[in-house]
């Protein structure tokens, strides 16, 4: 268990931890409150698999959707939903990727006006060889003919439902989680939500065999995964944005346009961790994070971009006490 999920006390289960088979079919295209497909508990496995359809089948097909919500027993406004990323594996052997148009890092789109011609549309179909963990595409019109690169799977959506009455189409990212596009949301990490609703109300889609920094074309490899997450509540434990969590760094996952301001949302939201779980003070902390710290650009192509400021365990202290939350 990661170290902020093990220094505070997850909510008790009643029962047994139980194990959960969901085979969804059918998808939504935002995230937003609505009643829940299955409800787990704390301690809770969930075994099911993000949704295939005609956008992966067919230029202009429609997005399939994201999978839920699913209710956590306990979740109330206020507390962290703790999801552990047992399992993000590839279950076609084809991906999508799709560029050009109004959409991508180096193309205009409605926020960024240009005066150059728009890019062509592509769409790349990757061969994905799971057993050898790769995958090749076809290059046309580059003398090399094609290329193999090494598959890191990972999800680029996975949200609570958002505070009070929003609904955000499924493009958008936030404080609620949503559509980070991090390479960062994989096997081995543990994603940490602010609970906005009861039951928190968790979705997950948008599975990438491999998605480099900033998906600067708008979009990764593009493909159906089979998943396992494991549940928890921090009861009481109020974030502000999402966190994560692996073996060697801790995470905090900033959302905004423009660029700088979702840099500043993900360090100074990753200075108040140090602060209020490891103590540091601001100043010490605002020192050692601009020395030691490292920053991903997850996305740059979605309404709100994406960074990811990144601080290695091994700088960290031994843990303090975190205070009581105040009175609400």
């Not at 059918?26 to 508990?41: K, S, Y």
């Not at 148009?101 to 409605?110: E, H, N, Y």
């Not at 929003?166 to 602010?194: C, H, I, K, Q």
């Not at 990753?270 to 779980?277: D, F, N, Q, V, Y």
Request: hydrophobic fraction near 45%.
């Amino acid at each position: 268990m990661p170290r902020l999920a093990a220094f505070l006390v997850l909510v008790p289960c009643l029962a047994a931890a139980e194990t959960h088979h969901l085979k969804p079919t059918v998808g939504h295209q935002t995230f937003a409150v609505r009643p829940p497909i299955l409800t787990v508990r704390a301690g809770d496995t969930l075994e099911s698999e993000s949704l295939w359809g005609d956008w992966y089948e067919r230029a202009g097909g429609k997005w399939p959707g994201e999978v839920g919500p699913i209710a956590i027993a306990g979740a109330e406004p206020g507390d962290t939903l703790v999801v552990e990323v047992l399992k993000v594996r590839p279950n076609r052997d084809t991906a999508i990727s799709t560029q050009g148009g109004r959409f991508g890092a180096l193309v205009p789109d409605r926020g960024t006006a240009m005066l150059n011609d728009l890019f062509p549309r592509g769409r790349y179909v990757w061969r994905l060889d799971a057993a050898r963990t790769r995958a090749t595409v076809d290059l046309p019109g580059s003398a090399s003919r094609t290329a193999t690169v090494p598959l890191r799977p990972m999800l680029g959506r996975v949200a609570v439902a958002p505070a009070g009455e929003e609904a955000f189409d499924g493009l958008w990212p936030g404080p609620f989680g949503g559509n980070m596009d991090t390479s960062d949301v994989r096997e081995g990490t543990t994603v940490y939500l602010p609970v906005f609703h009861p039951g928190a109300l968790f979705y997950f889609g948008d599975g990438h065999a491999l998605q480099g920094d900033g998906e600067v074309c708008g979009s990764g490899l593009e493909t159906s995964m089979e998943v396992a997450f494991r549940f928890g509540l921090l009861k009481k434990k109020a974030i502000e944005w999402p966190r994560l969590e692996d073996a060697t760094h801790i995470m905090v996952a900033g959302s905004a346009r423009p660029l700088s301001d979702a840099l500043r949302i993900a360090f100074v939201e990753l200075i108040a961790w140090l602060e209020a779980e490891y103590g540091f003070g601001r100043a010490d902390a605002y020192q050692l994070v601009s020395q030691v710290a490292e920053v991903r650009v997850a996305n740059m192509v979605d309404p709100l971009y994406t960074v990811v400021a990144k601080f290695p365990k091994r700088f960290l202290p031994a843990r303090v006490a975190a205070p009581e939350p105040a009175a609400r």
